[in-house]
């Protein structure tokens, strides 16, 4: 069936970086666009980041742009997060997203992975 399974969150100190990646299994994956999104409890989720299906055309929210890099790879089905400059206020869980690109409405979410920004 399908599958999203995050993995590389973890703690990691200001100013430092991680990266965090996304295998996804059961669905067409380079029909897909494939996002980065994360939530804060007590707020609502917000999209980090997203590669389009068929363009690679990359979207990224204000706060982490210059410091977050998306990147997929149709060929093993992954999608990654690069994230660098970690600030306090980047600490969330992280949830990797699928939007059909075309022709449906078909999405689909992972379980997300916490990322901690401490001293």
């Known amino acids: 069936q399908v599958q999203l399974v995050e993995s590389g969150g973890g703690l990691v100190q200001p100013g430092g970086s991680l990266r965090l990646s996304c295998a996804a299994s059961?669905?067409?994956?380079?029909?897909?666009?494939m996002s980065w999104y994360r939530q804060v409890p007590g707020k609502e989720r917000e999209l980090v980041a997203r590669?389009?299906?068929?363009?690679?055309?990359?979207t990224y929210a204000d706060p982490v742009k210059g410091r977050f890099t998306i990147s997929r790879d149709n060929n093993r089905n992954t999608v990654n997060l690069q994230m660098s400059s970690l600030k306090v206020a980047d600490t969330a869980v992280y949830y990797c997203?699928?939007?059909?690109?075309?022709?449906?409405?078909?999405?689909?979410w992972g379980q997300g992975t916490q990322v901690i920004v401490s001293s």
């Open positions: 997203y699928a939007r059909e690109a075309w022709g449906g409405k078909l999405d689909y």
């Open positions: 059961g669905f067409s994956f380079s029909h897909y666009d």
């Open positions: 590669q389009n299906a068929y363009t690679f055309i990359t």
